[in-house]
């Protein structure tokens, strides 16, 4: 995934969850920030972050907040690009060895997944989740409760009673993490219902990313860590 129109700037302030002060080019501009996350570890101010230009009459800002520095690792911050780092993973074979059949936002019963894909004879559902939160090396998700994910665990085990196969794949959308594991501290509750859905058979993957100024693609399989320490 690459980006054009990309510049620097420094972070000072988020005023709410789609919107922040950034210093550019020596002016203080309106962001629209492209993750409802808490980013707390992230967004402080005088941190040094990558914007995209984007010029449009309909919009109510001119910039989007792509990346922060955090100290020397860059972090990818953009919630839409988890879905198009897994679709391009997903089509040069990384599930499937010749995966025949990609559907974004495919239905399943009264549920919507992030995909339907086929091959090798196989079929299943994907929900994807994007990844920002990491401590001494440790990615973690979710940085905030999230009553959503739940859902789409609860659902993919509903896609395996079906005779689906059901996957949840974590872009973490930084290099260079040791392993992913649930944040047992913020939602508990997370934790134990994607223990869940393993046990049950849902496949649980993790994939860090090569992050650039003006990229995102998806790097080297990343160990998740489900037991509870």
Same mark, same amino acid.
């Not at 995934?1 to 510049?7: F, G, Q, R, S, T």
């Given at each position: ?7 620097p ?9 789609? %919107? ?12 629209h ?6 980013? @707390?570890?992230?967004l402080?101010?005088?941190a040094? /972050? ?10 109510? %800002?001119?910039?989007?907040?792509? &990346?922060v ?16 780092v897994?679709?391009? @993973? ?24 992030d ?16 990844? %920002?939160?990491?401590?001494?090396g ?7 409760? %999230?009553?959503?994910?739940?859902? $789409? ?6 896609? *395996? ?6 996957? /949840?794949?974590?872009i973490v959308?930084?290099?260079?993490? *040791? ?7 913020? $939602? ?5 219902? *994607?223990?869940?859905? &393993?046990?049950?058979?849902? $496949?649980?993957?993790? *994939? ?9 693609? &998806?790097?080297?399989? /990343?160990?998740?860590?489900l037991?509870?320490?």
């Open positions: 995934m690459i980006y054009d129109n990309i510049k700037g420094t972070f000072l302030e988020r005023l709410n969850r789609f %919107t922040a002060y950034i210093e550019i080019e020596g002016q203080v501009e309106k962001c920030v492209k993750n409802t996350g808490r980013c @707390w570890e992230l402080n101010y005088g040094p /972050v990558l914007v995209q230009e984007i010029d449009s009459p309909q919009r109510k %800002t001119s910039y989007d907040l792509i &990346a520095y955090k100290g020397e690792r860059l972090v990818n911050v953009d919630s839409s690009a988890p879905n198009r897994f679709e391009e @993973w997903l089509s040069q074979g990384g599930i499937f060895k010749n995966t025949t059949l990609i559907r974004p936002e495919k239905r399943f019963g009264v549920s919507r997944f995909f339907y894909v086929e091959g090798d004879g196989r079929r299943g559902f994907v929900e994807v989740k994007g990844v %920002t939160l990491e401590d001494k440790v990615a973690r998700f979710p940085d905030a409760p %999230t009553q959503r994910g739940i859902k $789409h665990l609860k659902d993919l085990m509903l896609c *395996l009673q079906a005779g689906f196969e059901a996957y /949840v794949v974590f959308q930084m290099k260079d993490v *040791l392993y992913l594991e649930p944040n047992w501290d913020t $939602h508990p509750e997370f934790g134990k219902v *994607l223990c869940q859905a &393993a046990e049950l058979g849902v $496949h649980v993957l993790a *994939l860090d990313c090569q992050v650039t100024e003006n990229s995102i693609t &998806a790097g080297d399989p /990343v160990t998740v860590v037991d509870k320490k």
